[in-house]
């Protein structure tokens, strides 16, 4: 199947987090607190993905509250926290959300990612991802985690679809 044919049968995307919302860059305060910075014209792409009724789920490792309270007002439909087997909880999460593995998309940056990009229909990452992951990915998209890697990804799921700025502009 070629690399068109694979995005037009996603019906669902799954995204790791840091790596590839965030440019894996963690910024530690004296008072302990951790801060990240996610890229604005991602969260715009997930917000028209949303709107265009593409489901959306996060699975990360990290447990921050702040980021799933972002992603979810943009339009995640689930944000799975501390995650320490995503492959599990991949599995879960099907169950629950009714997906399908072979229509699944899945966007991760390093080894965590790996046994769930080996099981769904389509793998993906960031150009800056670990090489295990890009020599494993269907599409590694020219923009870093962190850099427009989301929105890009969005794009080409949405353009195969005809979906991607049809005339919508009722933003």
Request: hydrophobic share 45%; no cysteine.
């Given at each position: 199947m070629d690399l068109k044919a694979k995005f037009q049968n996603i019906q669902a995307v799954v995204f790791d987090v840091d790596g590839v919302f965030t440019d894996g860059t963690v910024q530690l305060f004296p008072d302990g607190s951790v801060v990240r910075t996610l890229n604005s014209r991602d969260g715009f792409a997930v917000q028209y993905a949303a709107r265009k009724g593409l489901p959306m789920y996060v699975i990360t490792g990290g447990n921050s509250e702040q980021?799933?309270?972002?992603?979810?007002?943009?339009g995640i439909r689930r944000v799975i926290l501390s995650a320490s087997d995503k492959w599990?909880?991949?599995q879960h999460l099907a169950i629950e959300e009714s997906l399908q593995a072979e229509t699944v998309l899945y966007m991760g940056d390093d080894?965590?990612?790996?046994?769930?990009m080996q099981q769904v229909g389509m793998s993906a990452c960031p150009e800056d991802a670990a090489s295990e992951i890009q020599q494993l990915a269907d599409y590694i998209s020219p923009l870093a985690g962190g850099k427009g890697c989301v929105r890009d990804l969005l794009e080409q799921v949405l353009r195969s679809k005809k979906q991607w700025n049809d005339g919508d502009?009722?933003?």
């Open positions: 980021v799933k309270e972002r992603l979810e007002a943009l599990e909880v991949f080894l965590p990612d790996y046994e769930v502009n009722t933003w």
